[in-house]
């Protein structure tokens, strides 16, 4: 009997129902505390004979269900999929230039929707170019939504016809869908390490039914250092197994 006290690292993959993998293992970040609980139930006989009623006569205990929790502290476009249920798929397109594209001002305060994301080297004009708008003078522009608008008192009116330049960068990321896959099933590999004696241990989870109950802050509270995203799993044992996961390496 000693203290313990580990660190790890664990790598997942996705897999089919029946455990089968169906994409690569990847590293899951700084992820702990992780906890595993064997959820058991008892069941038992009381006497209700007149020499010993209320007395216990048989106990039977079974397994009700397997679960684990883990706080994720570090987050890829997979991980940030599972906080909302949905998909990460790596966006692509390319990058270009646009010059002297018309529009139209709208009026004060509403934004202007820009075909391009991403924006740098802008240039605002009037439809002669021979006025070059000033930026938060003249016009008001989120270069990474691609959107503007007309500030009041500044030399762009409503109706206004423009000519906007700029350049746009290629889409880079992940793309997230929002609640488009209710059930995210996993497989876990941990490589552990006891801190005290530098003994290691290998955690192999087959099947984990992954579920992040308090979603994930798209703005962080005021005094947050960084977010955290819990999670709860439900642990499988597919079919044509015995148990849902094995621990090999426990020190003696």
Do not use: C
Request: aromatic share 6%; glycine share 10%.
């Amino acid at each position: 009997m000693k203290a313990y006290r580990f660190t790890g690292t664990f790598f997942i993959a996705p897999v089919l129902a029946d455990g089968s993998l169906s994409g690569s293992w990847r590293r899951g970040g700084n992820m702990y505390p992780l906890n595993v609980k064997v959820e058991t139930e008892k069941k038992s006989q009381k006497s209700m004979e007149h020499d010993r009623a209320g007395q216990t006569l048989a106990v039977a205990t079974q397994i009700s269900d397997i679960i684990a929790n883990a706080t994720l502290r570090q987050l890829d476009g997979r991980a940030f999929a599972w906080a909302v249920s949905g998909e990460a798929t790596e966006m692509s397109g390319s990058g270009g230039t646009i010059t002297a594209a018309d529009h139209t001002a709208l009026a004060v305060g509403d934004y202007l929707d820009l075909p391009h994301e991403n924006l740098t080297s802008v240039v605002v004009e009037n439809s002669a170019q021979d006025t070059t708008y000033i930026k938060d003078v003249d016009y008001l522009l989120d270069e990474k939504l691609g959107l503007l608008a007309i500030p009041a008192g500044g030399d762009i009116s409503e109706s206004d016809a423009i000519k906007i330049s700029y350049d746009h960068a290629a889409p880079s990321g992940y793309r997230v869908s929002i609640g488009t896959k209710p059930l995210i099933r996993v497989a876990m590999k941990g490589h552990l390490k006891e801190a005290y004696s530098g003994e290691e241990m290998s955690v192999f989870l087959r099947s984990v039914v992954m579920t992040a109950p308090d979603g994930i802050n798209l703005i962080s509270e005021l005094d947050a250092d960084y977010e955290e995203v819990p999670v709860e799993m439900s642990l499988e044992t597919p079919t044509g197994q015995t148990n849902p996961g094995t621990i090999d390496g426990v020190p003696l």
